[in-house]
């Protein structure tokens, strides 16, 4: 007699859920205004759920994660940087615990991750053909979604001769790890409009992230390691041929001759000038909120695209080593766990990271605080 109500609201959960993940993707950084709708939706969904036991191994790698960070932070508040910009770089850290607690409380699980992801390569697949066609009501929606600073939206010349309409949003790289989660659980039409959406956004690095690592799944999975050995042969072989082929633009990605890649040459020059000219800065961090003088980009700025050595411009070497041990013992726990799609998609996302800076997204926090309830169920 029940059932069918436990049902609709089981249904109704799910639905709101997936809303709230897909806010944060299209709002990674909070310019539209979605993103405190999907914070405020997630919190709906704690209403009336037991409140968690606290996870005390959790706790204390959060707490030994925000010790590190306190020298950095004192640094970046005597060296004159605004309050509002020294929150801005360490909330993720700090606000950790909150987002933990409310995934575990909202139980948040990954086929959301997959649904949200699918509609969100839907919503640039939309926005792509509108940009294109010139549909109102596509054009509208476009408006609506790219206001501010959230994402790229101009013209680009990426795997054509002629420029193509950018729909970058900040959280568009989130469809690599979500494209890895979608493909492992056999979600395979839902990882193709992924990686199109990834095409259409355009994100090289992404695509070819998200084929890597699939492919790694396939690897993985198969029973015989002769099969693996003639299926590694066969990749080399045609990445060889492919390279022989490929547009000069994606050549260039891999050889340091593209734009991107120069700029990020930059950046690291830069950044080891920094730590020649002051070791301390290399132990300690030169606080979150700080700016250096980066080639790449010719000016000042308070972060560059590679995110794990801005986590050591910020905060230190060492630092990054526990956020990095942190990162590779979650990943070998999912693997000896039988879960080799979730540690490859995880994987996938701080490999990514290396060329953007999403390291430290809302969308991936979530994620992250999933995948960890994973581990211990």
Known sequence: ??????????????????????TTMLDSGGEIGLRIFGLAGLLVLCVGQPVPPVRWKVLLIWLSVVMLMVPSIFRAVFG?????????????????????????????????????????ALVIIALFFGRITGNASLMWLNDALTSGASGFFNQKQVFFKDAMPVVYFQGTLSLVFVSILAFGRGRYLAFLL????????????????SLVFAYLIVLVRLSSWRLRIVMLVFTIGFVLAAGLFAPSGYRDMFNGESAGSLVRIGHVHSLLETFENDISKLLFGSGPGTEFYSAGFGEYTDNIEISQLELIRKYGIFFFLLV???????FIKLWRAGMQSYALSFAAHFFVATSNPVLLSAVFLLFFSTVLLETEN
């Open 324 to 330: 990095t041990v942190l990162f590779t013992s979650v």
């Open 1 to 22: 007699m029940n059932q069918q109500p436990v049902k609709v609201r089981d249904s109704a959960r799910t639905l709101l859920a997936v809303l709230c993940i897909l």
């Open 194 to 209: 992924m990686l199109v959406a990834l095409v259409l956004a355009p994100s090289r690095f992404g695509v070819t992230v």
């Open 80 to 120: 004159g940087v605004d309050l509002k910009n020294i929150i801005i770089w360490t909330y993720p850290f700090l606000a950790f615990p909150i987002i933990y607690l409310v995934a575990r409380s909202a139980r948040i699980c990954i086929d959301q991750f997959v649904w949200a992801g699918l509609c969100f």
